[in-house]
């Protein structure tokens, strides 16, 4: 009786671990980011926590190598081709040629891409890019923790690096893998955002009161809910500071996926 | 077999992503680099119609997005909205097109929309109310440089920012904050229309 339990037993474990191999695929180079709450510097009323949802996200920013396959099935988004609504004139503007990235480094982040470019690149991988909040989400995790960002050593590692230039031209994968399993959320590039005209600053952050009140509505309610998050104020304000056309050396872009019910 | 599977899933993913890529306009010009109209969304209109905004071009477009439920500024822009076309000289009317985009789209049905032009007096055919799903309202917004957010189950906070486009859809001035002189925004207009044959 009992051995007979315990073959059922096996039976069981093996039909579920069947079941979870078939359901629970994440794609290459992809991790899970399990679901959880916390309060964004910018964006809620009331300092209420945002809910994110359990989502894929790319371990690695796209790379030059990435971004050069995507160009070649996808001619209208090539240097010479692209149209100016969809990227400025700095669009990959360190490339050699339309299917060349010259002298840049294959297995770095493709960067000077713009918000559409970046946006469409997801879009042809069956991917989205991560919306603001679940990228802030994922940001605020180190090495051991979810949210380190009341860790001084985090925060003085992340602005750090903000002063130091030229690091897109690193490798991806050089920098901390993070709670998660993902790496350079800081130290390498800045990313783009689904919703990245989303933030407004106010207050002496960019222009007087009076003068944001009229050109924002509601914008009485949106405000920062922790000022000492200076790292975080910086991507913030960075991202206020730009257009979906524009392009920078030092802004590139992963993927993120909904997990399928 | 599985393989085979997946080389199919894969080449019509390609194909997905090519056809968009290697769609040629039908109008016998074509759309330049800036235009609008090198967007290919759908939206659907206050009478539950689906349109194409490449539909608008040919006319000059005084754009605004706003949501209907707004109790702050956006009363104060669809104010300004109906005060511009006011202005505009009836040789110039049926050159110009007013369009108001819903950053809503979950509120903002069509029929909603129909309702907030009548209790708003915009029922003239210069009037379009636009909405589409979540994601082409985002990349329309980006478009526009107009930014927006979500803050609550009803509100939203967002620029205010009424945009003129020309013929061809290129962004020829925008109109920034509340309260500010529409003067130029209405002068824009008339050069641009003045452009049209």
Not at chain 1, 79 to 100: Q, V
Not at chain 2, 108 to 133: A, C, H, Y
Request: aromatic residues 12%; hydrophobic residues 35%; contains cysteine.
């Amino acid at each position: 009786m009992e051995a007979q339990f315990i073959k059922r037993f096996h039976y069981c474990l093996i039909l579920l671990s069947w079941v979870s191999i078939c359901f629970s695929q994440v794609p290459e180079d992809m991790v899970t980011i399990g679901a959880g709450s916390y309060v964004p510097l910018y964006g809620t009323s009331d300092k209420k926590p945002v809910y994110i949802k359990s989502f894929l996200l790319d371990v690695y920013p796209v790379t030059n190598q990435e971004y050069l396959e995507f160009l070649k099935k996808n001619p209208n988004y090539r240097k010479s081709k692209i149209k100016r609504l969809f990227a400025n004139t700095t669009y990959l503007s360190e490339w050699s040629g339309d299917l060349s990235f010259g002298q840049l480094n294959a297995t770095a982040p493709v960067t000077n891409v713009s918000w559409f470019t970046a946006k469409e690149y997801c879009e042809c991988q069956g991917k989205r890019l991560a919306t603001l909040d679940e990228w802030e989400y994922v940001a605020m995790a180190d090495e051991k923790r979810k949210d380190a960002r009341s860790r001084e050593e985090f925060n003085k590692y992340i602005l750090s690096w903000y002063e130091k230039n030229k690091t897109y031209n690193n490798s991806v994968g050089k920098t901390f893998k993070n709670y998660w399993g993902v790496y350079d959320m800081h130290g390498l590039v800045w990313e783009w955002t689904f919703d990245f005209n989303s933030i407004f600053l106010s207050g002496e952050s960019r222009k007087d009161k009076d003068t944001d009140k009229d050109l924002f509505c509601g914008s009485g309610s949106v405000n920062a809910t922790d000022l000492m998050n200076y790292a975080a104020f910086m991507r913030y304000a960075f991202r206020a500071s730009i257009k979906a056309n524009y392009t920078t050396k030092n802004l590139g872009f992963r993927c993120a996926k909904d997990i399928a019910n | 077999m599985k393989k085979i599977i997946l080389f199919v899933i894969a080449s019509l993913l390609l194909i997905g992503c090519n056809a968009k890529e290697e769609k040629q306009d039908i109008k016998d010009k074509p759309i330049t680099d800036l235009s609008i109209y090198n967007l290919p969304e759908k939206w659907t209109n206050q009478d539950g119609k689906d349109i194409e905004l490449k539909e608008l071009r040919g006319k000059v477009l005084v754009m605004v997005m706003i949501y209907t439920s707004c109790k702050a500024a956006c009363p104060r822009l669809v104010a300004d909205m109906r005060n511009i076309e006011a202005k505009i000289p009836e040789e110039y009317k049926d050159k110009v097109q007013l369009v108001l985009v819903s950053i809503d789209p979950t509120v903002d049905t069509p029929k909603r929309l129909k309702d907030f032009s009548i209790e708003n007096k915009m029922t003239g055919n210069q009037w379009v109310f636009l909405r589409s799903n979540e994601e082409n309202t985002r990349e329309f917004a980006a478009v526009l440089a107009v930014n927006y957010k979500k803050i609550s189950p009803i509100d939203f906070s967002h620029s205010n920012i009424i945009s003129v486009f020309n013929a061809e859809g290129e962004l020829t001035f925008q109109q920034e904050g509340l309260g500010v002189s529409y003067d130029k925004t209405v002068s824009k207009i008339k050069e641009e229309a003045a452009k049209i044959e």
